[in-house]
């Protein structure tokens, strides 16, 4: 196995690189997005894993993927408003780093960008690779359209 990384475009915020780092640092601001519908929404994209069971405090999230099991995300390192390094846990079928860079441009503009650093078999990158590399993109457009507070 070898470790395949996905970057993301650079992507841009309108708010303060302080903002969006104190939210996305604390996994809790991301668990009122994890409904059931978005659950669901999850679960029609990766066959055969139906996402449940979503809980999160302020280092780490958990929730059951279908068959596998218990898996989570864990913040290992944050660089105050530059910076977060997550790692994946429990049943996660391989090794991940993912991280969140925050730039700032202006008062009220920021950049980001998320590189996700994946562990992979040859056979996982052929089946995987394009989807986590499009995954990665989609998150990031996503992330800019949190409603930072």
């Not at 997550?86 to 049943?91: A, N, V």
């Not at 391989?94 to 700032?104: A, D, G, P």
């Not at 499009?134 to 996503?142: K, S, V």
Request: hydrophobic share 40%; net charge positive; glycine share 4%.
């Amino acid at each position: 196995m070898s470790m395949s990384k996905y970057v993301s475009d650079i992507k841009t915020v309108n708010q303060n690189h302080q903002l969006i780092y104190n939210y996305l640092s604390d996994f809790r601001n991301i668990a009122v997005f994890f409904n059931e519908n978005t659950l669901n929404m999850i679960s029609q994209q990766i066959p055969k894993a139906s996402i449940e069971n979503f809980e999160a405090d302020y280092d780490s999230c958990s929730f059951t993927i279908g068959t596998y099991g218990e898996a989570g995300l864990r913040i290992i390192d944050r660089e105050p408003a530059k910076t977060i390094k997550i790692t994946g846990e429990g049943k996660i079928p391989f090794e991940l780093f993912f991280w969140i860079q925050i730039l700032s441009t202006s008062a009220y503009q920021s950049k980001i960008r998320l590189t996700l650093h994946a562990n992979l078999n040859m056979m996982m990158k052929m089946m995987a690779g394009k989807k986590l590399k499009d995954g990665i993109n989609q998150l990031a457009d996503a992330l800019c359209k949190l409603p930072y507070r």
